[in-house]
């Protein structure tokens, strides 16, 4: 039988099949409809079976009568050449740009002239010993042969120090010595035009003043020891008139850490003695000599906090002022605090703090080279000075400091014209000099500064900073500006070429009028000196990095303002050098 007539047996016998099953599902059916509800009795449990399975083999046997055989292939590969004409270049590493390494050089030396017959001169050198011992060298020098413009008397000075010191560091601690000597030259050149002097009286002035000074200092420091540094300074000051100050400081500090925190207390030993050689009063001939101690104590605890700083002291002085008989005691507050409120963009922060100031000769002809040697010194008491402000970052490019403050000081020291003498005796009698007076003030003040850092060759920052006045005494803050502001750049123009520039505004001042007799009570009359500018501008070329050459140009705005009343300034300065910068 063919396989053809057994696929249609079995085609049939599944037909016949599949119509037997419907009549039977639909015979099941209308008896589903009429049956009715049994009782049905299970008398044994329902145990299925599972039927026999079959497994199906993996191979199937084919039954086909015909079966072909597969044909074997056979092929072969032909190469043939292809010609080309690229050749891949060898790899090799990218190139990181490096900055270019800054030589730093140990010693350097400068040397310029300019207009009114200026020199200035400086050379810095630093020695190391060894590996752990260095000694440095400065020494510097500025001067002008004058040539103010309607000066009737020599106006010249010379500005002339030298530094030295030497540092050791060892495993333990650090220590240094330094000393040094200067000498000034100034001139007592502001004349008033009352009361009118013939030639010849102004010929017999002598208004030059020397100014000479020495100092030696320590300074020592522990890494390990509660007691942390100490430093002891004393500075020697007097003029060709007899004058001398002695001025020595001396300040050990301790630090000690308490519950994780940091407790660190200073000690203040400052004394201040010497003498004037004209008497406070000509009549009585009072010496004008003077003797004040101070001692002082300054704890204060850092606090750190997250985002806080905050910063919790106090200052304890007692003053011996021998001379005048006179002890005080003082308690400041010191008291910082900051707070980043986003980073390094905002931060806030203020303080209350104060403090006694020791008044000295030095620091007066430093401010004020026209003082006569006739102060009355004695301390300032700074009672408090409150300020709170905002600083950060706005970018990577400008950052400010906005600050507004509000202090108050006792005894404050303010530099007023003297008068012409009836018995004109020194270079200084003739209304052309200046002096100390005393007052209590409160000061109100505000303060903003922005910086711009464009980018590694150009930076600029801008200044301002505004000030209120009340006086207790004086009918003025005498020479006190109520304005100040200034401008400093600094551009790298190229590799070699270099620029600078400060501009400075000062505010009107008040000072008082000695031309005007004075005769109490009517108040003083005074006089107002004018605001001025002042812009300062310098421009260098580097020829390599040893040699390098400049231009600088001071009082560009070509004003004779008076700094000082009856003092005019040089105008227009010109000075050009070279510095050479080496190592041994």
Not at 143 to 159: A, N
Not at 248 to 277: K, Q, R
């Amino acid at each position: 039988m063919s396989r053809y007539i057994k696929k249609l047996i079995s085609f049939t016998c599944v037909f016949a099949c599949g119509i037997t099953t419907i009549t039977s599902q639909e015979k099941e059916k209308e008896e589903e409809k009429t049956i009715e509800t049994e009782r049905v009795v299970i008398v044994k449990t329902y145990t299925p079976t599972i039927s026999d399975a079959f497994k199906v083999k993996s191979t199937p046997i084919l039954n086909d009568s015909v079966t072909q055989k597969k044909k074997q292939l056979r092929y072969s590969i032909f190469s043939v050449p292809v010609a080309s004409t690229f050749t891949p270049a060898k790899g090799r590493a990218a190139n990181i740009d490096r900055p270019k390494k800054i030589p730093l050089y140990d010693n350097y030396a400068t040397l310029g002239f300019g207009n009114f017959t200026s020199v200035l001169a400086e050379f810095y050198s630093n020695f190391q010993i060894n590996r752990t011992d260095n000694m440095g060298l400065y020494l510097h020098h500025n001067s002008s042969q004058g040539g103010i413009e309607d000066v009737q008397l020599d106006d010249k000075f010379y500005d002339t120090f030298l530094d030295l010191n030497y540092t050791s560091r060892t495993k333990d601690f650090t220590y240094g010595i330094e000393v040094g000597a200067e000498h000034q030259l100034y001139n007592w050149y502001g004349l008033t035009e009352i009361p009118l002097l013939t030639q010849a009286e102004i010929d017999a002035i002598d208004p030059q003043q020397n100014y000479f000074g020495a100092k030696l200092g320590g300074k020592l420091q522990f890494d390990d020891l509660y007691f942390k540094r100490a430093s002891l300074n004393y500075r020697y000051f007097g003029d060709a008139l007899s004058t001398a100050e002695h001025h020595a400081v001396f300040t050990p500090t301790f630090e000690f850490e308490i519950a994780d925190e940091l407790i660190t207390t200073d000690f203040i030993i400052d004394y201040l003695g010497g003498s004037f050689d004209r008497p406070l009063d000509l009549v009585l001939q009072t010496p004008n000599d003077f003797s004040i101690l101070n001692l002082g104590i300054q704890p204060s605890l850092v606090v750190l906090r997250d985002n806080l700083t905050l910063n919790l002291g106090a200052a304890v002085f007692y003053s011996i002022d021998s001379q005048n008989n006179d002890n005080d005691f003082f308690i400041y507050p010191k008291v910082t605090a900051s707070y980043r409120l986003l980073d390094e963009a905002v931060i806030a922060y203020g303080g209350l703090e104060g403090g006694l100031k020791q008044n000295t000769y030095r620091d007066a002809v430093q401010a004020n080279p026209y003082v006569s040697p006739t102060l009355f010194l004695t301390t300032t008491h700074n009672q408090f000075d409150a300020y709170v402000g905002l600083k950060g970052k706005i970018s990577d490019v400008v950052s400010y400091n906005f600050r507004g403050g509000y202090a108050s000081e006792d005894d404050k020291a303010l530099f007023v014209n003297n008068r012409p003498q009836t018995i004109q005796l020194e270079g200084y009698d003739f209304g052309n000099s200046f002096a100390y007076r005393y007052d209590d003030i409160l000061t109100l003040s505000g303060y903003g500064e922005l910086n711009f850092n464009i980018n590694k060759k150009f930076k600029l920052g801008v200044s301002a900073e505004y000030f209120s006045y009340n006086t207790d005494d004086e009918q003025e803050a005498w020479n006190l500006p109520e304005l100040k502001a200034s401008a400093l750049l600094d551009y790298q123009i190229t590799d070699q070429w270099f620029a600078g520039a400060q501009l400075f505004y000062v505010g009107e001042r008040n000072d008082i009028d000695t031309t005007i007799a004075f005769a109490p009570p009517t108040p003083e009359a005074t006089i107002t000196l004018d605001s001025y500018f002042d812009a300062n501008v310098n421009l260098g070329y580097r020829f390599n990095d040893k040699l390098s050459v400049f231009l600088k140009g001071n009082n560009l705005a070509g004003q004779n303002y008076e700094r000082w009343a009856n003092f005019p300034v040089q105008g227009i300065q010109v000075l050009g050098g070279v510095t050479y910068k080496f190592n041994y």
